[in-house]
């Protein structure tokens, strides 16, 4: 604060001081008990200019740095960044940060750890193996493996015959698109930066919320345990019905309860199969991994031998005759032949078919059933092969009820009913197109196998997409051809008949196949086996991610493992409900159950992708760019209209559990902030939404600059720089939170009407610019007052701005009055203080008009020190707006003497890549140079400047004038625009004028005139304080590179120095932010609010 007390100085004291003033010119740091100076050598200037800067003439520790908390040596005397130096404890060297992240790549494996993972000290990290598969081996073969099940060859041709061609191929292709649209999703959530394994349950989890993650989380572990249950009931169905029917344990003399007696021998081999898998994954998952492959091998040989199979029915078909009695298929698993009698002997005898229709009588005159007596026995061929022309009999639809008898229609039969007998091929369920969905749709489930491997990938950005797709594609090739495959080659009875029982018990599919039915049962037996090692694995471990994350309390204790990390509780859980799937005991209807709780997890990831889409989060950059909103919409679609049309009752029951556990995570209270899309809309959400958002600051992937904008008003109450606004609706883009704030000086009481019309004006001019935000005039007896009641009580609950935006004070030079670069000053210190964002346009009229979009051009990003990454999200920002869409971002960064640049400008691009962010990169080189002449007398311009005009504010004319002026301003309407400040100082300059000048003074102040012009005089001979000297060779030299670099730049967008911690070095700050930026057309000082505004994770 200027103080006007003129006080005689005497000649030792002044002595004395000059003697402080002398010392440290060289920059070094002095500390009591040092007898020696560090080595002047660092400041390598001119011999003349250090004889001005020797030990002789050290001046008084600097005004501008209060340097004596740092070690001699340290990084921060760097001249090439001395203007940053104070805060390099908080805002790292850009080479430095590149260099701690050059391993971000090895990610700790899991849902929680590895947000933790850059918080761990150094000491504890352990080593991790950099992943290396790629989409092939990675993505691409494990989704084919989990894809690929039991449904295909145990069901489909059921599904073929019972539906007809047309509708499985639409049954097929709906389960398809939904699986496809939501892998489109899949690949955009898990494109959005770096997804550690954790799958699916860990991409909707961080996409929505910790309510819906648990929710769906949970659901998804459902569903994956009951496919191990399904998958073993396959298994145990091909062994029992196809392998060794002989190893059934439970038998029914009466036909019509031998189903009853199947599915207590499904309960107990099911069990048994179930306590073997356990076993095996409780000793060790590396054995299912070791037989992955081999598993996925049977898989692919047994679709093999279908297509070969089918291509050679075309010309040669097997030899699988059916035996029809009328148009009625006949059961041959107790048939010796197909006839009613035969020769044997000459002789006429009857068969075991006429014992079965003739109350086992074997005489030929026998009373037998009367559908029998009128009909005929014939064989017809199974296979009919590719070339037969049954496709068109096996288009329709033959839909059955419970205990029907399969028949082909085009067969003459008479017309008589008959009783029900045992021969006959029943229908064991009554079948319908909603069932068919719900029985299929597991078959097309298992495309998560890629996200869920995401940690062990080279590139999984990059092969996630590729790899799920492709598998994809791949699986519905397949399924559609097999299709029309099965409905051309077999014989429509066969294809209805689930267990082949019309062709000596053969599974149906394998009767196709070649070289022999056998491949089909053995590869499909190892492949359902492997299938469900793989759900046993895969389940524990999605639940132990759940309970890790602690937000269903009670499932902690699941979080616990064996040493080796194995899910021991999880995987007894897991068991226990995978054999409630197996007391079902029927593949039938367990695949509903698990249909409903793999199409609720489908239709979240959809929601994740749409409303992220929609909200358009600064965060949301996938690098998979074939999405849409609408795609996503239509994934959810369809999800909800399979679950219904499966089984409405099993839908409502998937999602009331659903609904359960997400009001128990919301009851409980889900602690964790994980950035997630419905925080986000939230914003745009009442008083529930701001409620919701007072709980905690934002994630920073829901961090999005909210802003404060401030503005000049003139006396007549019009905005001065009206491009200011422009800049922020094109900054904001209509999203997100601006407040217009300004200033009036006076009284609130007498200045209402005027507040009220300052109010209009800028509202007027927000919708001419379409800003959509809010507006707030204060009024305040002092500016530098009104702004920090502004940057303190703006805003609402959460929305609150987080990010403050100015004008740069052209004309501080040129202005007598120092109250206009004081008031910017005090401004930027208020926001440090309240940890917000800064940004400060210089020369804010050039910058364009919504009107001037740039054809081309660059906007250039000048990462000197890292400020929680303002500098790379604001330019992104920028170029969603029309305006600067067609700049193209480069980002330079500066590397010193000790770094390696070429490393730096790598890793930098690996940094961008993994942010998602198109840019060009350069590392630009600043070695240590001498300190030149120029910037030397630039230093010592600029502190005579300072000198001279401290000495001039002492002289009575200059004061005598103040006076007047402020006594003439006080008379008149105080409005006053922000960057000219009517602070304490007025009252000051009046009080002291009034209580100093005394007679008594006066008279003194006239025998010190000539002491006045002695000070004067001094001003030729100054030394420049060595440390101003740095700043100033900091300055100069960043401009150089920057101008050289930046020229023909559309925006020049730069790291803010802090302002100094001492206020008497305040206005040597503004010459060297202004020769920082000198030869700039447009430039936005960017000064970051202490906190990561952006990130690489999901």
Not at 441 to 465: C, E, H, W, Y
């Amino acid at each position: 604060m200027p103080q006007f007390t003129v006080t005689k100085v005497e000649d030792d004291e002044e002595g004395e001081v000059d003697g402080e003033n002398r010392r440290a010119a060289t920059g070094q740091v002095w500390k009591p008990g040092d007898t020696t100076m560090s080595d002047v050598s660092q400041t390598s200037i001119t011999g003349e200019q250090y004889q001005l800067l020797d030990p002789g003439h050290k001046k008084d520790p600097h005004a501008y740095l209060n340097n004596t908390n740092y070690e001699d040596g340290d990084e921060f005397f760097d001249k090439n960044l001395a203007l940053f130096e104070e805060e390099m404890d908080t805002r790292p060297k850009v080479s430095s940060l590149l260099n701690r992240m050059a391993n971000y790549t090895n990610l700790t494996q899991g849902a929680r750890e590895h947000e933790e993972a850059e918080n761990s000290p150094p000491g504890k990290k352990k080593p991790t193996k950099a992943p290396q598969m790629g989409t092939f081996m990675g993505v691409y073969l494990p989704c084919l493996q989990n894809i690929f099940g039991v449904i295909l060859f145990l069901r489909l041709t059921w599904v073929v015959g019972t539906a007809g061609v047309l509708q499985a191929f639409a049954i097929v292709l709906i389960c398809c698109c939904c699986t496809m649209l939501t892998a489109i999703s899949m690949s955009a959530v898990a494109t959005n930066g770096v997804v550690p394994a954790g799958g699916s349950y860990f991409m909707i989890s961080r996409a929505l919320g910790p309510e819906f993650g648990g929710a769906v989380g949970l659901c998804f572990y459902l569903g994956t345990t009951f496919a191990a249950a399904m998958y073993i009931l396959g298994a145990i169905e091909i062994f029992l019905m196809y392998i060794a029917p002989e190893a059934a344990i439970f038998h029914s003399e009466d036909p019509l309860k031998e189903p009853a007696a199947m599915l207590n021998n499904m309960r107990v081999y099911g069990s048994a199969f179930l306590l073997l898998m356990v076993l095996v994954v409780f000793v060790g998952v590396r054995y299912v991994n070791k037989f992955a492959s081999l598993f996925l091998a049977c898989v692919i040989v047994s679709i093999l031998a279908i297509y070969a199979g089918a291509i050679k029915s075309s010309f040669a078909p097997p030899n699988f005759t059916v035996c029809m009695l009328g148009n009625r298929t006949l059961s041959q698993h107790h048939l010796d032949v197909c006839a009613k009698t035969q020769e044997r002997d000459n002789i006429t005898v009857t068969t075991s078919l006429w014992a079965a229709f003739c109350n086992s009588s074997d005489r030929l005159n026998a009373s037998c059933d009367e559908y029998f007596h009128h009909n005929n026995v014939t064989e017809i061929q199974g296979i009919p092969g590719l070339a037969s022309g049954i496709l068109a009999e096996n288009l329709w639809s033959t839909y059955l009820v419970k205990g029907e008898i399969v028949e082909k229609p085009s067969l003459h039969s008479a017309d008589v009913l008959g009783s029900l007998n045992q021969q006959y091929v029943l229908a064991d369920i009554t079948t319908s197109f909603t069932l068919l969905v719900g029985i299929f749709f597991p078959s097309v489930t298992g495309i998560m196998a890629g996200s869920n491997r995401s940690g062990d990938l080279k590139d999984a950005q990059k092969s996630i997409p590729i790899g799920t797709i492709l598998a994809i594609l791949t699986t519905s090739f397949v399924y559609l051809s097999d299709v029309v495959l099965f409905g051309a080659c077999i014989e429509g009875v066969v294809l209805r008949d689930k267990f082949g029982d019309a062709v000596h018990g053969n599974l149906v599919v394998g009767t196709l196949s070649w070289p022999s039915p056998w491949v089909i049962v053995i590869g499909s037996f190892f492949s359902t086996c492997g299938a469900g090692l793989q759900s046993l694995t895969g389940a524990p471990r999605l639940l132990q991610a759940i309970a890790k994350d602690n937000i269903i309390p009670f499932l902690r204790v699941f979080g616990h493992s064996k040493a080796n990390g194995e899910p021991t509780w999880a995987l007894l859980l897991t068991a226990g409900i995978a054999e409630l799937g197996i007391l079902i005991a029927s593949l039938d209807m367990v695949a509903p159950i698990l249909s409903m709780f793999f199409l609720m997890c489908y239709l979240f990831v959809n929601l994740a992708c749409a409303l992220q889409t929609l909200l358009r989060s600064p965060n949301w950059r996938p690098r998979f760019r074939y999405y849409h909103w609408a795609l996503s919409f239509m994934g959810m679609s369809i999800c909800v209209a399979l679950m219904f049309i499966s089984s409405w009752y099993y839908a409502i029951i998937a999602m009331v559990i659903a609904g359960m556990i997400y009001k128990y995570i919301e009851f409980q209270g889900a602690e964790k902030e994980w950035g997630d899309g419905i925080r986000g809309l939230s914003l745009s959400a009442a008083r529930f939404a701001l409620l919701r958002l007072e709980e905690g600051p934002p994630h920073t992937k829901n961090w999005r600059p909210q802003l404060l904008v401030l503005l000049k008003l003139d006396e007549d109450l019009h905005v001065k720089h009206p491009r200011l606004l422009t800049f922020a609706s094109q900054l904001k883009a209509g999203k997100g939170l601006t407040i217009v704030g300004s200033v009036m000086v006076g009284n609130f009481l007498e200045c209402y009407s005027e507040a009220l019309a300052a109010e209009q004006t800028i509202k007027h001019l927000m919708e001419s610019e379409r800003v959509k935000g809010f507006c707030q005039i204060v009024v305040a007896a002092k500016v530098r007052e009104g702004i920090s009641h502004l940057i303190q009580s703006c805003g609402l609950g959460g929305m609150k701005h987080n990010t403050v935006v100015m004008g740069w004070p052209n004309a501080w030079r040129q202005s007598e009055d120092a109250r206009a670069w004081k008031t910017f000053i005090g401004t930027v210190r208020v926001t440090t203080a309240a940890h917000l964002a800064l940004l400060v346009a210089k020369n804010v009229t050039f910058f364009p008009t919504n009107a001037e979009p740039f054809p081309e051009g660059n906007i250039d990003v000048w990462w000197i020190v890292h400020d929680g990454g303002m500098l790379m999200l604001l330019p992104f920002l920028l170029k969603q707006h029309k305006v600067w869409r067609k700049c193209n971002i480069r980002i330079f960064t500066v590397a010193q003497l000790e770094d390696n640049s070429i490393q730096m400008k790598k890793d930098l691009a690996t940094f961008l890549y993994h942010l998602r962010i198109e840019a060009e990169v350069e590392v630009v080189e600043m070695h240590d140079s001498d300190i030149s002449a120029y910037t030397y007398e630039r230093t010592l311009m600029m502190e005579q400047r300072c000198q001279m005009l401290r000495q001039m504010r002492l002289s009575k004319t200059e004061r005598d004038r103040e006076a007047q002026l402020v006594k003439d301003r006080n008379s008149m309407l105080r409005l006053t625009s922000i960057g000219s400040d009517d602070d304490e100082e007025t009252e000051t300059y009046q009080e002291k004028v009034h209580m100093t000048w005394t007679k008594d003074k006066y008279m003194a102040s006239r025998l010190q005139k000539p002491k006045a012009l002695e000070g004067f005089q001094d001003l030729l001979n100054m030394r420049p304080d060595q440390s101003n000297v740095r700043r100033m060779h900091t300055a100069v030299k960043l401009n150089e590179v920057i101008v050289n670099k930046s020229h023909e730049a559309k925006l020049v967008l730069l790291n803010m120095p802090g302002p100094p911690r001492n206020p008497e070095g305040d206005e040597n700050y503004m010459e060297f932010l202004e020769v920082l930026t000198e030869g700039l057309e447009r430039v936005l000082l960017v000064r970051g609010g202490g906190s990561e505004v952006i990130t690489i994770y999901s």
